[in-house]
């Protein structure tokens, strides 16, 4: 069973950062890739990030000021936020990707970026 739980959100001032995790099971994860996505109050889902085996992709509203990774042998992905907005408070979810659409979704968590 494929399971992705997400971790590491919470309440952060402007300009503050903040590390996602995502920890993942059953299913080969360095072989796989996978995505952030969030989704800001009363809005719809916006792509943030992925990464494969190859390279890393940033959404143009982040480059520069967040980095994805993975450690392959905790089976986790990781969101490195800096220079946080207030426009980046969403709700997170990483997903799993198939043919580079996210196929397993986590549970998301909770960013919120204020003073």
């Known amino acids: 069973e494929v399971q992705l739980v997400e971790s590491g959100g919470g309440l952060v001032q402007p300009g503050g950062s903040l590390k996602l995790s995502c920890s993942a099971s059953g299913f080969s994860f360095s072989s796989s890739g996978m995505t952030w996505v969030r989704q800001a109050p009363g809005k719809g889902l916006e792509w943030v990030s992925s990464i494969d085996t190859y390279k890393t992709y940033y959404a143009d509203s982040v480059k520069g000021r967040f980095t994805i990774s993975t450690d392959n042998a905790k089976n986790t992905l990781y969101l490195q936020m800096n220079s946080l907005k207030s426009e980046d408070t969403a709700v997170y979810y990483c997903?799993?990707?198939?043919?580079?659409?996210?196929?397993?979704w986590g549970q998301g968590t909770q960013v919120t970026v204020s003073s």
């Open positions: 997903a799993k990707l198939s043919i580079g659409t996210p196929n397993y």
